[in-house]
């Protein structure tokens, strides 16, 4: 049944965190590919950046990249009073089978890292725990069930993640989704999905985004920790590319199919996975993390993606066109 109509839904008003964003744009934590040298990059060129703790193996090591990451932020804004950098964000996969997920989050307090990212579930105590050092949670969602479900367990804002995102993905319309949530949510919005231009971020603030939440983009940047031939592969496709298959990990998500084809495998013919044993396991060399740096997570809005570059240099490029689509309907 559809949910009634909230009509005391709060006004759009962010919290004092993402006030300090100067470009609506929350680049998306990439499994294995995010690490501090994006993050930093990303965040000094204004925008968010983001990484998901599972990058840091072993798990000591998240604390010694959250030292990095908050210390080159505090020296930026130190040098540059005018400008200082975008917050970041840590992405937590809050599903069952992430044994890490306590450690990670007493890391996460230690730096009173200021935005939460949760996905695979949302968790009462997770974000009751956020909001202990003053942070806030974005949860991303890939349907109104679900966006009600993470508001009401506690999640300042949500990431409506639509068909066309690189990795785990939904099928659903990103007009459908934010029309539906903005029916009875006023929080932060970052739309999610083949978001991959200026022109882009424009269209997703205008159906009532707060923020472009960006991921497949970035994997084509020199501060990537992705191989060359994974950059390249960016570079070289469109979204007629990019398969959508639950066979990996039980969840439906996004991936380049060349990848699927390097690994010996018919990316046209692959079969389903059970979505009970859905997996996304923390140990090192664990077959999850075998399944994603072999199988390649990417979204459909790649074909605007034709070079490696600095993330700075993108993230101009996204201000640029930003500001041309902006000029154009005013002119129109």
């Not at 497949?216 to 960016?234: C, G, H, L, N, P």
């Not at 398969?243 to 990996?248: Q, T």
Request: charged share 20%; with cysteine; glycine share 10%.
């Amino acid at each position: 049944m559809r949910p009634p109509i909230d009509m005391t839904a709060p006004a759009r008003v962010l919290p004092p965190v993402l006030q300090r964003i100067t470009f609506p744009v929350i680049g998306a934590p990439l499994f294995i590919i995010s690490n501090p040298k994006l993050v930093i990059a990303q965040c000094i060129a204004g925008v968010v950046g983001a990484m998901p703790a599972l990058n840091a193996r072993p798990a000591a090591q998240l604390d010694e990249w959250l030292a990095e990451i908050t210390e080159a932020l505090a020296a930026h804004d130190r040098a540059h009073p005018d400008a200082p950098a975008a917050p970041f964000a840590i992405n937590q996969i809050v599903h069952r089978s992430n044994d890490r997920l306590e450690h990670d989050m007493q890391v996460c307090a230690k730096y009173e890292v200021p935005i939460v990212i949760t996905s695979l579930g949302a968790r009462e105590d997770v974000n009751q725990g956020v909001h202990a050092w003053g942070g806030i949670v974005l949860h991303d969602v890939i349907n109104n069930v679900f966006a009600h479900k993470a508001i009401e367990k506690g999640a300042d804002g949500l990431i409506p993640v639509a068909a066309g995102a690189g990795g785990h993905a939904s099928v659903k319309s990103p007009f459908a989704m934010v029309a539906e949530i903005r029916e009875w949510f006023g929080g932060p919005l970052a739309l999610s999905g083949a978001i991959a231009s200026g022109g882009a971020i424009l269209a997703a603030r205008a159906m009532g985004a707060d923020f472009a939440y960006i991921g497949s983009a970035f994997i084509a940047t020199d501060e990537a920790r992705a191989v060359e031939s994974y950059k390249q592969m960016v570079i070289d496709c469109n979204s007629d590319d990019i398969v959508y298959s639950n066979f990996y990990t039980g969840v439906h998500g996004n991936y380049l199919k060349g990848s699927i084809r390097n690994a010996g495998m018919d990316p046209d013919h692959l079969p389903q996975s059970d979505p009970s044993k859905m997996s996304f396991a923390s140990g090192d060399g664990d077959a999850a993390a075998k399944a994603w740096k072999d199988i390649w997570g990417c979204g459909q809005g790649i074909g605007a993606i034709r070079e490696v570059v600095p993330a700075a240099a993108l993230v101009a490029r996204f201000k640029r066109e930003y500001a041309e689509a902006r000029a154009r309907i005013c002119a129109g």
